[in-house]
């Protein structure tokens, strides 16, 4: 048996709760033909290991009970490795009530012991970091969390319990980490937040004070008053700054402006981007403000900040817009009613939204008619290809007005930009034809070709 073998062997075990589906896969499967070619015991053992943990892991009691028979006792210090790494299994996988019954050594000792031996086998599972993501995804991890160290002692847990509390947004695990636990949280909490859009999570850590402050390119970011959309993209971007080499001048310089970009390409909203660039002094171009479904929001903080604007990006920033998928349940009258701000006047989207409302009304009535499933499933694949059709030609319609309204929304800032200039610059010769003026009531012409007089 291969690697590729054991390890759907591994899966198939997992998933069966019975003893006679582990009878099948030793009798047919040749679950224990590898451990015969290699002549020992100890190959054995090694799979019935791994199927324990794989059973505890998916909370298979039953199975786990029957693959802890055959495992023997335990030698001094050869089997605490296997024990912990069962504890942990155990207690992540299964329900809470098994672990106080379940896994306990042959040799009447129990690994769930309080004694000083069991916490320092604890700590070393917990200090090896795996499978806390599948295990805070479940919707007890908090109780489990609990259950460990208030019942079994388990001392000093790591970072990535609290990291995968934030990235599940698990705000009661996080909260009794850094409450009850005295945790002291890093920072890739916050990032690992961001990086799952956990917004919940970052409020929270904002209202404890954990999120990072940040102070480069001259500004400081205000924690408590930034968008929670600012402080996502200023994590991510100070761990990737981190991951390569934080500190380095050349990261220090044009922070603001990476974060702005990673905040766009992330769906920030406008209050963040222009946060950013108003108060954090952030550079926006029209290229950078894209974000894929939101081409209207681009456009107008776009056009509405000081940047550059070329063809080439407005080019961009439609084919990117009319590419990005179409959502699984989007119409073309939900798309439209999305983008109404844009195409509320336009006729000929209102023509295609009412032709595919016909149409998906015709279908339905059709499909009720005729309750055959092949003609259903026909039916459903042309469904699905007039609701794509439909949203595409929609979006068309969005991005032609956008288009329009984006090069006079640049335009217009062009335009007051151009008159500020010109009034700064007749203010100034003005005040300068005043300081200029002279009072002279001689009838002395000299006056006026001596280079130090005053001038009329």
């Known amino acids: 048996m291969d690697e590729n073998e054991f390890d759907a062997v591994v899966d198939v075990a997992a998933a069966a709760c019975r003893g006679d589906m582990l009878q099948w896969l030793e009798t047919h499967a040749g679950l224990y033909n590898a451990a015969s070619r290699q002549g020992g015991d100890q190959w054995r053992h090694y799979i019935n290991e791994e199927l324990a943990a794989a059973a505890a892991r998916s909370g298979h009691v039953s199975l786990l009970r029957l693959l802890l028979a055959r495992l023997p006792q335990p030698s001094a210090g050869s089997g605490a490795s296997r024990w912990s790494r069962l504890l942990r299994d155990v207690a992540l996988g299964c329900p809470l009530p098994v672990p106080r019954r379940e896994l306990a050594p042959a040799s009447g000792g129990s690994c769930w012991s309080r004694d000083r031996r069991s916490r320092e086998g604890n700590a070393w599972v917990y200090n090896r970091g795996f499978g806390y993501n599948w295990a805070a995804a479940r919707p007890d991890y908090e109780q489990r969390l609990r259950y460990l160290v208030e019942e079994k002692g388990a001392e000093a847990l790591p970072a990535e319990v609290a990291v995968a509390a934030a990235a599940a947004s698990d705000v009661a695990a996080l909260r009794f980490l850094l409450e009850e636990c005295g945790m002291r949280l890093p920072d890739t909490c916050v990032s690992g937040a961001a990086q799952c859009g956990q917004d ?257």
């Open 200 to 456: 919940a999570v970052l409020e929270y850590l904002r209202g404890r004070g954990q999120v990072p402050s940040y102070s480069l390119d001259g500004r400081t970011l205000d924690r408590g008053a930034a968008p929670v959309g600012v402080l996502a993209a200023a994590a991510l971007v100070a761990a990737h700054n981190a991951e390569d080499g934080a500190c380095r001048p050349t990261q220090e310089r044009g922070f603001w402006s990476r974060v702005v970009v990673r905040a766009a390409s992330d769906g920030a909203d406008i209050a963040t981007l222009r946060y950013l660039h108003e108060k954090l002094g952030a550079e926006v171009h029209a290229a950078a403000v894209h974000r894929p479904g939101g081409l209207p929001g681009a456009a107008r903080v776009g056009a509405g900040l000081d940047g550059s604007y070329s063809e080439n990006h407005w080019e961009w920033l439609r084919a990117a817009f009319l590419a990005s998928p179409v959502p699984p349940h989007a119409t073309a009258a939900s798309t439209a009613e999305r983008f109404d701000a844009a195409i509320a006047s336009d006729l000929e989207a209102a023509n295609i939204v009412g032709r595919w409302w016909k149409v998906a009304k015709s279908r339905h009535k059709e499909a009720e008619k005729d309750k055959a499933e092949e003609w259903e499933e026909e039916v459903k694949e042309e469904e699905e290809r007039e609701r794509m059709h439909g949203v595409m030609e929609v979006r068309a319609v969005v991005a032609g007005d956008l288009e329009r309204r984006f090069w006079g929304w640049v335009a217009a800032e062009g335009w007051k930009r151009a008159v500020a200039d010109a009034q700064a610059e007749y203010g100034d010769e003005s005040e300068e034809d005043s300081e200029s003026t002279g009072s002279d009531d001689g009838d002395d012409d000299s006056d006026y070709l001596d280079p130090d007089s005053p001038r009329s």
